[in-house]
């Protein structure tokens, strides 16, 4: 850990758990409106130099350290999670920025519609708030951050970007001619990667290796979009700090944190308001080991804490082709995207829908990957040279589904496996639902469409993939009984208890979450500095 002076004397006035996007948001925000901030992050700064994209060994490396599931990568900062009664697998990356350092950067605003599913189609339940009531929040972030992306999109309401475009490629412009053959919809990809130098980030480069962190520099994962400018705006960053419970005063509100650095030592922390940033699966883990006077857990009097776990399964159909495709270009990231089957269509046999994105497929081992069910000579050898032909010549949709709240799907307590700091581990229950199952159905056969009319030579099914889009564990809403936070994030049981992650949504549409989890954390970390005179003096 890089130790920090007075680590046992950690007074604030907030108190933010995670240093994720949400957290890096939150950090900037009250410590430009003046209130001192500390907050506490159980990983490190990730070295450029260290990330796996530049390296000749790329593919071996992601297949081990680099890893999207902790249980296969095991670095120190991650913590093990159970996840037998789980039929689908999830990701996370502890560090200074979070899973933002491995995360594609693909930047979709949520519909209108996810807003209302309840009032539109009947099942789960409304946001407390609209569309509306985030859209100047997107778009103040948009604008720190450096957005690249093409406004105009029929699809969605009104919105313009800081930056143009990034070029959609060959395989984009490809597949754009499909679409507009089978007249769907599609529109250029829309990032969190500037299309241009912008603040402290470079250009983009094109690696093509986005989801394993950007060598470059060039992507605004939020260890460089966001938290230079938290600790020049006096934000104090305490890394290798493991949060190992929220304590509560007699008065029944939270005065900070207990933490265990990386020589299991314990301090603590105090603080006037906590923050929880730890992401759809960290925060109801902690607001489960925090509260000794409530067996239920902190902030828990609905019963909803580690309940309606929604995760995005992602399905990808790959195609090979007889034209070259520059298939190892960025960003990876998405070349284009569509939202044709993203809303209701009651014929499909299902509600809600996904959102596709385009990718390119780099790196010959993935596309040997493909040929793994063949027998072993026609994969080996020669053959294998002949097939590694195909590299460049390779795209894959992927479809995130919306993927309703269910309150069987959970994250508990292990009551047998332990963290490095012998803290227990979460347990993930989850089970698709027929729902869900018959949108992957639905969705696999039309990707397998857009392929066959792009002129695919082969097609291949991706099962499901590890998805770091962990929502809805705490949730928000107007109703104390049937919610956890309040439209602010504000925990309905404790009043100086906040959570700005993932977990504060009620449903998680089809679109990668990033942007709407940072406009609600802007919102919220906002309405929290508007009251912060308000909150007790516990300095």
Known sequence: MRIDSGLENLRADVLIVGAGPSGAVVAHTLASRGLSVVCLEQGDWINPDDLPGSKPEFELLTRTQWHWEPNVRR????????????????????????????????????????????????????????YDDLAPYYDRVDAFIGVAGLGGDPAYPPQ??????????AAGLHMGAAMNKLGWHFWPGTHAIPSTAFKNMGQCLRWGVCERGCPAGAKASFDLAYWPHATAAGARLVTGARVSRILVGADGLVDGALWIDTEGTEHRARANAVVVAANGIGTPRLLL????????????????????????????????????????????????????????????????????????????????????????????????????????????????????????????????????????????DYTLSANSLRNLDFVTEKMIEAHSAAGAIETFLDPLVPSGHLLGTARMGADPATSVVDSFGRAHDVPNLFVVDGSVMVTGGGMNPTATITAFALRAAESLADAASDLPNRN
Do not use: C
């Open 160 to 169: 313009d970007f800081p930056l143009p475009p990034h070029p959609m490629g």
């Open 289 to 428: 080991m925090s509260d000794d006077k409530h067996t239920e857990g902190l902030a828990n009097s609905s019963g909803l804490v580690g309940k309606n776990l929604m995760i995005h399964p992602n399905r990808g159909v790959i195609g090979v082709y007889e034209e070259e495709l520059d298939a190892w270009n960025g960003p990876a990231g998405q070349l284009l995207y569509s939202l044709e089957f993203y809303e209701t269509d009651e014929s499909r046999g299902f509600v809600r829908g996904s959102k596709w994105n385009l990718m390119p497929f780099p790196g010959v081992l993935s596309v040997l990957d493909l040929y793994r069910g063949r027998p072993f000579d026609e994969r080996w050898g020669a053959m294998a040279h002949k097939l590694s032909r195909s590299a460049g010549k390779v795209m894959i949709w992927y479809a995130n589904i919306d993927d309703l709240p269910e309150e069987a799907n959970t994250v508990t307590l292990d009551p047998d496996l332990r963290d490095s700091s012998g803290l227990a581990a979460p347990r993930i």
């Open 75 to 130: 670095r120190r900062e991650d913590y093990p999670l159970e996840v037998s009664g789980s039929n689908a697998p999830v990701s996370m990356f502890g560090a200074v920025g979070g899973s933002s350092v491995v995360y594609g950067a693909h930047w979709q605003r949520l519909m209108p519609s996810d807003f209302r599913v309840r009032s539109l189609d009947g099942v789960a339940d409304d946001w407390p708030i609209s």
